[in-house]
């Protein structure tokens, strides 16, 4: 959501006559600038990573190679939302990129909004959708070791996610375990595009490295029918943005399913799973289905000891953005007990893209240890983050 264009909070939206009004983020309605005392994790900082960044990184031959011959990588087949996919008020006053310069972020986002931690998730770039597996390997090492000298050096609330080659699980194992036991490196991070479900046993070198090093392993939306990942639907391509977004939930759904009645949570007991960015509340009716067909189908999966949604209230964690709007707060509430979101819901802002939700208007209000555990508490524990003690008499938003 682009705060900038907005001037009022539709009533009809769920809690939105509790919202704070604003009428540019980060500000209040007499256009002073406000900082939000609530303590945030960001789950979802999307820093630059282009080529002209990444290339020095780059073993001398591919760098040639792109030089000569250009990127190579997959691309996206949709027109996107704001200018080039951002905000339009992202664009750092430098003339660089969105998500660029560590400066104008600070102020932009990490600041005003009162973010302890932002977790880094960058682009990327098509790399796992690549059918050259050296090639890909190499880039993702080059955007970890630049995410690290360029960001997570200067400023120690940006914690990084480890991008990794998912098409070549050896060489995946190998870039975890390269990057992985650094206290800023805290998640592993894949498109939703695949080939195979990431229940599949081909995934499992990556699994082993993830619990080795105690990370997550983050599923973010893109790279779906990109490249050498599997078509977006199982009806094929789709022509528009708006149904690519409408069909990412299918392609979670897909993972979700894989990862329980494949057994991975039997073999990694401890493996945490993120859904990003695909929604949130398909999930509470997914899991009723998949409940019931457990029931009547587990003769056929005998080594799934519980119910589908027992695993995924103890196994994964989902981000927020984009949340989807319920009728009314009592649906939004139900949704959120039905989803078990104390445990399961971590915020995410999506920064600097153009559905980007400020923690202002994301959410309607809630109950403050409901609030404290979605925009706080739930990702440093998954994280390994401290902990926060709210000071008596903090304003609470």
Same mark, same amino acid.
Request: aromatic share 12%.
């Given at each position: 959501?682009?705060?900038?264009a907005? +001037?009022?909070?539709?009533?009809?939206s *769920?809690? #939105?006559?509790?919202?704070?009004?604003?009428? !540019?983020?980060g500000?209040? &309605? @007499?256009?002073?600038?406000?900082?939000?005392?609530?303590p945030?994790?960001d789950?979802?900082?999307?820093?630059?990573t282009?080529?002209?960044v990444l290339?020095?990184y780059?073993?001398r031959?591919?760098?040639?190679?792109?030089?000569?011959?250009g990127?190579a990588?997959?691309?996206?087949?949709?027109?996107?939302g704001?200018?080039?996919g951002?905000?339009?008020? +992202?664009l750092?006053p430098?003339g660089? *990129?969105? #998500?660029?310069?560590l400066?104008?972020?600070? !102020?932009?986002h990490?600041d &005003? @909004?009162?973010i302890?931690?932002?977790?880094?998730?960058?682009?990327?770039?098509?790399v796992q959708g690549t059918?050259n597996?050296?090639?890909a390997?190499?880039?993702?090492s080059a955007y970890?070791?630049?995410?690290?000298?360029?960001w997570?050096?200067?400023?120690?609330?940006?914690k990084?996610?480890?991008?990794i080659?998912?098409?070549?699980?050896?060489?995946?194992?190998?870039?975890?375990?390269r990057?992985?036991?650094r206290?800023?490196?805290?998640?592993v991070?894949v498109?939703?595009?695949?080939f195979?479900?990431?229940?599949?046993?081909?995934?499992?070198?990556?699994?082993?490295?993830?619990?080795?090093h105690h990370?997550?392993?983050?599923?973010?939306v893109s790279?779906e029918?990109?490249?050498?990942n599997?078509q977006p639907?199982?009806?094929?391509?789709?022509?528009?943005?708006?149904?690519a977004?409408?069909?990412r939930?299918?392609?979670?759904?897909?993972?979700?399913?894989?990862?329980?009645?494949?057994?991975?949570?039997?073999?990694?007991?401890?493996l945490k799973?993120?859904l990003?960015e695909?929604?949130?509340?398909?999930?509470?009716p997914?899991l009723?289905?998949?409940d019931?067909?457990?029931?009547?189908?587990?003769?056929?999966?005998?080594?799934?000891q519980?119910k589908?949604?027992?695993?995924?209230?103890?196994?994964?964690?989902?981000?927020?953005?984009p949340?989807?709007?319920?009728?009314n707060?009592?649906?939004?509430?139900h949704?959120?007990?039905?989803?078990h979101?104390?445990?399961t819901?971590?915020?995410?802002?999506?920064?600097p893209h153009?559905?980007?939700d400020?923690p202002?208007?994301?959410l309607?209000?809630?109950e403050?240890?409901l609030a404290?555990?979605?925009?706080?508490?739930?990702?440093?524990?998954?994280?390994?983050?401290?902990?926060?003690?709210?000071?008596e008499?903090?304003?609470r938003?």
């Amino acid at each position: 959501m682009n705060l900038q264009a907005i +001037s009022y909070i539709n009533k009809n939206s *769920p809690g #939105g006559d509790e919202r704070m009004q604003v009428t !540019e983020e980060g500000a209040k &309605p @007499n256009g002073k600038r406000s900082k939000l005392k609530r303590p945030i994790i960001d789950c979802d900082i999307h820093h630059y990573t282009g080529f002209d960044v990444l290339k020095p990184y780059l073993p001398r031959a591919y760098r040639e190679l792109i030089h000569t011959y250009g990127k190579a990588m997959p691309g996206g087949m949709h027109f996107n939302g704001g200018v080039g996919g951002r905000m339009v008020d +992202s664009l750092p006053p430098d003339g660089g *990129p969105a #998500g660029g310069n560590l400066e104008y972020m600070r !102020e932009h986002h990490l600041d &005003p @909004n009162n973010i302890h931690y932002g977790i880094l998730t960058g682009e990327s770039l098509g790399v796992q959708g690549t059918i050259n597996f050296d090639y890909a390997a190499a880039c993702c090492s080059a955007y970890n070791d630049y995410t690290i000298d360029h960001w997570l050096a200067k400023d120690s609330r940006l914690k990084g996610s480890i991008m990794i080659p998912k098409q070549d699980p050896i060489q995946a194992a190998k870039e975890i375990d390269r990057v992985g036991g650094r206290s800023d490196m805290v998640q592993v991070l894949v498109q939703n595009g695949a080939f195979f479900p990431y229940g599949n046993r081909y995934y499992y070198p990556i699994y082993e490295a993830c619990v080795r090093h105690h990370l997550p392993f983050t599923i973010h939306v893109s790279g779906e029918g990109s490249g050498m990942n599997a078509q977006p639907t199982g009806a094929g391509h789709v022509t528009h943005y708006a149904e690519a977004r409408a069909a990412r939930p299918q392609v979670m759904m897909a993972h979700v399913a894989s990862f329980i009645f494949e057994g991975v949570f039997e073999r990694f007991p401890t493996l945490k799973v993120v859904l990003q960015e695909a929604g949130v509340f398909w999930i509470v009716p997914y899991l009723w289905r998949l409940d019931q067909d457990w029931k009547s189908l587990r003769v056929q999966t005998p080594w799934v000891q519980k119910k589908p949604s027992e695993y995924f209230r103890e196994n994964f964690r989902v981000t927020t953005q984009p949340i989807e709007e319920t009728p009314n707060l009592e649906v939004f509430k139900h949704m959120m007990d039905s989803l078990h979101a104390k445990e399961t819901m971590m915020y995410c802002s999506d920064y600097p893209h153009w559905d980007y939700d400020s923690p202002l208007l994301a959410l309607p209000r809630m109950e403050e240890e409901l609030a404290h555990r979605v925009y706080y508490q739930n990702a440093a524990d998954l994280y390994n983050l401290p902990p926060y003690q709210p000071e008596e008499k903090e304003e609470r938003v």
